[in-house]
């Protein structure tokens, strides 16, 4: 049995999720980053992460140069940069509008993100277009606030 791509991709519409940009940097690759909605936790123990990274993507070359990568959990009010870091907008023009530092283990980490995850690769395997990227977590940063939702193609937030 055939999957049409249409219905395939309407359905997955439907599945609600958080909105993440996933950013790393290495000396050969620069500053990289790039939204994301597929991102899941994997393992407690150890702590463990996955995202999934298409593999046209720029980023993923950082991410696997580097061995590192951080999960930024964007908050309600980050429409842009979740918009900034899915459009067409070179690398730089990416970063511009966004306050970041290094992280620990060297990727860019937001400081207004609702969480910031910061891991090292133990794990890629290539599934059709996409890499499952899996990292073991080595540092996290929280504060308080909404996350910025996706569903149905359009952005939303939790109720009150």
């Given amino acids: 049995m055939t999957v049409n791509d249409k219905n395939f991709k309407n359905a997955l519409k439907l599945w609600a999720s ?10 050969k690759f620069g500053l990289k980053g790039m939204t994301a909605t597929s991102f899941s936790s994997v393992s407690i123990d150890p702590p463990q992460i996955l995202v999934c990274i298409n593999k046209t993507a720029d980023t993923g070359d950082a991410v696997f140069d580097g061995k590192s990568f951080a999960v930024n959990i964007l908050m309600v009010e980050q429409q842009e940069v979740s918009n900034q870091f899915a459009g067409g907008a070179t690398q730089e023009e990416r970063f511009a509008n ?9 990727p860019p ?3 207004d993100a609702l969480a910031s ?9 290539l599934a059709g277009t ?3 990227v899996i990292g073991e ?3 996290v940063n929280c504060q308080n606030g909404k996350p910025l939702l996706y569903y149905n193609s359009a952005y939303g937030e939790l109720s009150s």
């Fill in 130 to 132: 996409h890499w499952v």
């Fill in 109 to 111: 980490v937001f400081d």
């Fill in 18 to 27: 958080g909105v993440t940009v996933v950013t790393a940097q290495t000396e």
């Fill in 98 to 106: 966004v306050k970041w530092h290094t992280g620990d283990t060297g």
């Fill in 137 to 139: 977590v080595q540092n």
């Fill in 117 to 125: 995850i910061e891991c090292t690769v133990v794990q890629q395997v």
